[in-house]
């Protein structure tokens, strides 16, 4: 399906571009998306090393494991595969917490720590397992308490409450977090894993 | 309320950094060797998730430019109309799940426009606040393990960034229009 995805849009973007006379910025276009996927990548290293050597310090020394037998019952009901003991819970906890404190630089690290964790359960190294498939769509649902990114442009931009948002944020994040799980659960009924 | 969670929010990084360490030193683990054997990592899982960003950074970009974004909003605008979202968001929901940057700075456009505190510009805030730039994070997240069949992934989450629109019009009409 990504193939045709991507495909797609490239080459609905060209025949549009033939049409609209744009070509010269879809040409520019192109190279800019590659600086702009190249700095994001530098931009992730720092908090991307950051919480590797962090997490393997509470690996070492057991932390991790301990937080994952304490943790494992509540996200037991979201993740019925991940086994008891396994790290992957742990780091799991930890990327939803830095979601809900807005806390986008440790967030996407972490995030990407519990899919490796979820990594080591999977047989088939290129197909996404049920649990990935769970933990995208938490992330991609953006469970958040404080909207950080938003709150700081409102503030720039001269709100006379930048904070006017926080309830019906939490009401719409609460709401395609729950749709989220709920479309989750109902694919994979009907996939085969 | 804001205040109160932001502090939560500044301290928890720090906090967590020492209890991480401290825990580790306390149980006999040589955490600085231990950190730099960890963060060691960090470089090669940012430069796995390259070629899959910029996979997907190029198509965004190339649709984008091209204006078959702004024809797929045309085309769509009477069914986003139907379904409660005012014409000035319509642009928004579209550009919100590729791109992060470019959905921010609509909204600065938005903000300029009609004022943050507006109605148009608090719903913004809200589409903006929470939902999720879905094929970054598909990108990013796959991409650091290798994973190429997605399946339902993309799906589900385009389909919980739309509950998440209806969810920001519903409450906010409630909240803050009269």
Partial sequence: MVNLLWLGMILSGVITAAFTGRIDQVSQAIFEGTTTSVQIIISLIGPMALWMGLMNIASESGLIERLGRLIQPMIRFIFPDIPKDHPAAASIMMNLTANLLGLGNSATPLGIKAMQDLHDLNKDSERATYPMCTLLALNTSSLTLVPATIISLRVASGSGSPSLILLSTLFATSFSTLTALICDRTFRLFSQE | ?????????????????????????????????????????????????????????????????????????????????????????????????????????YISHIFQEYGPDSFIGILASTIQGSTETTFYIVAVYFGAIGIKKYRYAITVGLLADLAGYLAAVFICKILFLN
């Fill in chain 2, 1 to 105: 309320m804001l205040a109160l969670l932001q502090q939560i929010s500044s301290w928890s990084i720090p906090v967590l950094v020492v209890s991480i360490i401290l825990y580790g030193y306390l149980k006999g683990v040589k955490v600085y060797d231990s950190f730099t054997d960890g963060a060691k990592n960090g470089l090669n899982t940012a430069l796995k998730i390259l070629p899959y960003l910029l996979a997907m950074m190029v198509a965004i970009n190339v649709f984008r430019a091209s204006g078959a974004m702004d024809l797929l909003i045309k085309l769509l605008n009477p069914l986003t109309g139907r379904l409660g979202i005012p014409d000035q968001i319509t642009p928004l929901i579209f550009l919100r799940p590729l791109s992060g940057s470019g959905s921010l700075s």
